[in-house]
């Protein structure tokens, strides 16, 4: 870590001594402040107060403006401290230069270079309101954020809207789904910003609690591309006590308005000094793998606050869930009540309806199989009472977390599940009711503990409790990171479903292994085909996405007679996401049965690593594909050692967590097996492909030379599309070094897979 | 108990079978339905179902119309399932009589009667809405209540408002304080009906937490006379998983109709079927005492969900807490922030300010004197972290409820406290932020195990954290009654201010050993003469109130310079208030610098028993006077004996916790000392007076016949006057029997005291 602090004198007189600043370029914004220019100097950020005494700021690439003047600040209730003009500088404007190489606990990459110029610039007004804006300039993007220290007359004070503008100064292409209060699980649409208003309405499908807030609200991140061909990316990092920002835009002035989402009462950040808001980002890079190689929302997050981690550890899971999204089977054990109430309804005198998946002989099947194919875990929903009336009532009391349904033995599914070195994974729906999950979660993290879990998916399905507050209201905001705060004490990983998009937080809070926060593979066959080519550059910005891909049997009649959509992918597009989706929890999510019938497939989600060391973005294009080649962390082994560590009950592993995974050692390996494992090199290449399909002509240059690889390539057969016969795929084997290129057919929303071992 | 049961067929041929049925009477109310009478056949409750449907009923004592018909039923939210008329009789009229005596944990007498004949309506609608109507007649007063059953097309359902309404049928004189979904703490106003539009605004005085919906809306209990000279009482009993009842008068049809109060959606009511409302309470009495008699709201709840209540015990105790009140100490410990931040503001390192209350020395000072005087407690508010900027902020993390601050040794205090048998009383301000104080309750209720306190006193000052929630709304109402049931799983009792006024429920969790929720004593010189004559009959028909009486220092400028106003009553009157006031829980709430000036008069409140076993109420008009004696539960003691029960910590009791208090026997005590203890009979008498004054002749003719008792009487001296010299007392002693008239003259808010004991 490297850091050289520059101090400038405020006023005037310093500005000549900024050669970066273009004054002259800008005479409608007044006064110019500050101007920082990014490490490499490609990028500058400026930042002036108007006559107004409002502050505003400029982002340049190169010669070419990304963002216009845009004006920065906030309206507060109540009082006269409208934190939106009447600024001037007070004191010092400090310069600082920061450059460090961190390394994740999980990720994409062994580590991770936050290297940036700082610029912080201090604004008071005449009523003693002090505000802070810090600047963030790295090679790829510019981060921002308001502070206001503890001497101020703003002490406590509310905002009604925060009013940070990006003037894009054209209409720009955008990857964009509708501004909502509630719910990130949406079709992406491509368009210019100018016809979201006409589109937005007809995109909003069916969700559990929406709240949308206008026809020109966008969610973020917002994946923006130039016609000049510079992507831009407009997102939050750090969302900590404060409400999730949507934005606006406006087709008269090009610009895009900061929208927070309102809490109980309307307001949007109940605020005490000293406090910092989130950081704003705008990512301005010249690739569409530029975007996915970029690392700027992480480096705007706080660094680990967690002292012990050995406990974490990347997952790859199958689960008791399948069955239910697709109705085959149910989260629910009964039909004899309208409504039950806990504590007082008698499961075991109720009659079972038959249809219930969380049954001890299902779960068995699915331990046996997963234990058999090197999985690690194991996640059952509709394990626990209170299923039968759980959904779209705004029930509070709705589940206890602890108490199963009486057809699951837990101690005994958790002995079985050990003994095969399998860890169960345990489900909290919370049906949005926060209230009652804080109420119990002591206790139903206390359960994990006493049986071994270590990890749970959470759920926030329907509207929120309190009522009136909404997912993205900044005391939900502050639950999500209570409930994650909470399971660390507990040594607990965290996979929130329906909880907020995430905004980089998983480098703090590392348990944080997973969310959903976006349209997953539940929604079958209302996916689009190309969304698995926009999240990368969006929804995954700010985090891993717990998207479960592996769908082998895409007719969905064959799981459930009455229904008869179809997936729109093919298979070997779901076994490309298993690299092209970065996650350190990966579900194999498809029933054992299906995996059965297609096991030469199925042998990719066996072997492929979900934690890396090098990540390469090979090629890309938003919505249209993807290829992405990985290194699995230090090195990978051979596919035959395939196999998850056994976690019996109390067993000390010979090694730590982390390494054991990675080389997927048993449990009683030693550091001799892990060198024997580091020893044989191994990548893994997957690649997605839109509604057009894409043929990619992939250089494996990234071999190590001289060296020859065995490689199986997975990819859409010659009759593959998605339409007509989506399971059409060849497994092709052949010996490849850093010389070869392999050129894939992607049908469209097709997809490849490849894997490459280092020959002996 | 004795239990009989009718049951009727439904339909008009039954109704002839009911001899109480006055069809005749009420021809404008279409068919009757069903009528019941009182035990003592005073009283008549009938159900009506006009043409449209609509349930109605009428409530008459004798001749004499109490209710006029009025209508029942609700409004609900999206969708036809409207409440409100459409109805049929849908089954069997179930008749019913309860008789049976029961015993409160603690309480104004030993046992109480619950004698009753119910009815049971069963109504339905053609869109398969069903309702019962339960209705319960009392001798002195009528209880009726919705009942939803599981079988029904209403599972869940939202109201929008209870239509229920009492149709008064004449302007009668009411005891009212202004409607207010957040609080209860106002002075009363006397006048008719028709007046509260024209007097209610400004009768709300400045609260820290106010929310009015009408100038015609008035709280309940609300006590009526009519015109006639009949008391009537509308209140409500039991209040559950429901929003508490305002009451809205219109002047025109004389009717007041039930306003509940809403949730941060406007809701007023989420209800999951089978489920019940609170019961609807009209007590009809024919004179002042008698509604001071009237036990119908305890009636009406639940019979004790505890089934281990050994640990509870009624609480004499003293506090560092008025000293703050009066501003001559403060809670908070230093000036050096304008804000904190639990967890991150480093006490150790601020300057304290020195005006900090609860310090080891002043807490030890108290410990002194209150072991010295008898006493059990000792409430110290003050002494957790955070009071620095508590107040009015709606701040979330407000309190951890587990910090002490730096001068405060929590350990040692509690030790040197148990050492003389203080046990010293937790105190919780929540700053009405529910969700901070149920994500910190376990550990806070687990730090009060640790080191022996075994009652809190919570506070709920400010607005309600869900942001949008009251106080009354249901999701708050929900929360109190958790924090009541989470602490009898920690054996604590519960002194909750701030919060609902209550409706009964110490009956079912006599845990719950007080409440503020109306004017107390803290209000000081702003406490009108004659409130505290207006009280019981109202604020403490739903449970005791921890009102803090025992002001000897009326001059509130020797406590603090600053402050100049005085209290508004006479010494004697605070004496008096210990009689007339029934809690378990009662405070001697001025500093131990004025008891000692005054250690003659203080006599009374070391002597005073707090728990009864017979209570007569002598003479009584509201807001002017009220007359009680009261007769220590089994018998009491030799005042010299007085002193508590030592609770050294770990120690094992030798008499049950509230034998051994009652009786206010050491710990070592054994069965022997209990009967020498109970062989000397005591009664306590005490009055308060209104503005007015009141000169009253005691009759002592409870006493036991041919037993002579040494008496003490404590009154107003000759020139005593709330204005002009409060402190003027006389204490004189004497011989009485059971043929003894006392004459006590109650100066202008005075009153009086007497101690009765049996001379050997």
Known sequence: MKRILFTLIAGATCIGMLTCCKVGDVPEVGTSVASIASPDG????????????????????????????????????????????GFALDGEVVK??????WKPVWGEEESIRNHYNEVCIPLSREDGSRMLIRARLYDDGLGFRYEFPLENSLVYFDIVEEKTEFALGADHTAWWISGDYDTQEYNYTRSRLSEVGAISKGRRIGNASAT?????????????????????????????????????????????????TPDAEGLKGRMQAPCKTPWRTVMVVGSATDVLSSRLILNLNDPCALEDVSWIHPVKYMGVWWEMITNKSSWSYTDDYPSVQLGVTDYSKSKPHGRHGANNENVRRYIDFAAANGFDGILIEGWNEGWEDWFGKQKDYVFDFVTPYPDFDLPALNKYAHEKGIRLIMHHETSSSTLNYERHM???????????????????????????EHHYSQPIINHYLYAVKSAAEHHIMVNAHEAVRPTGLCRTYPNLIGNESALGTEYRSNIEPGHTCILPFTRLQGGPMDYTPGIFEMDMSKLNPSESGHMRMTLANQLGLYVTFYSPLQMAADLPEHYASHMDAFQFIKDVAVDWDRSLYIEAEVGQYIVTARHPKLSTLNSSQAGVATLADGKKDALSGAARFVYALPANATAKDLVTAKARDT??????????????????????????????????????DYRTNPTDYRIEKGVYDSTCTVEVRMAPSGGFAMSLREIF
């Open 212 to 260: 949308g807030f206008s026809d020109f609200g966008v969610q973020t991140a917002l994946q923006l591309k130039t016609d000049d061909g510079l992507y831009i990316n407009i997102h939050e990092a750090a969302v900590v006590d404060y409400p999730t920002a949507n934005l606006e835009y406006n087709p008269s002035t090009k610009t895009l308005t900061t929208h927070l």
């Open 96 to 101: 600082d230069t920061f450059d460090e190489t």
């Open 42 to 85: 490609t990028l500058t950020a400026s930042f002036y107060l108007d006559g107004n005494g409002t502050p505003l700021y400029t982002l340049d690439k190169g010669e070419g403006k990304v963002i216009l003047p845009s004006r920065m600040g906030f309206e507060l209730q109540g009082d006269e401290k409208d934190l939106r003009s």
């Open 442 to 468: 002591e206790d139903a993290y206390n359960l994990m503990n006493k049986y071994g879990y270590d990890a749970v998916k959470s759920g926030y399905v329907g509207n929120i409790i309190p009522y009136g």
């Open 683 to 720: 990548w893994y290449v997957g690649g997605v492909a839109g509604e057009e399909g894409k043929t990619v002509n992939v250089k494996l240059d990234f071999l190590t030379p001289g060296v020859k690889y065995e490689g199986t390539l997975y990819t859409d057969g010659p009759d593959a």
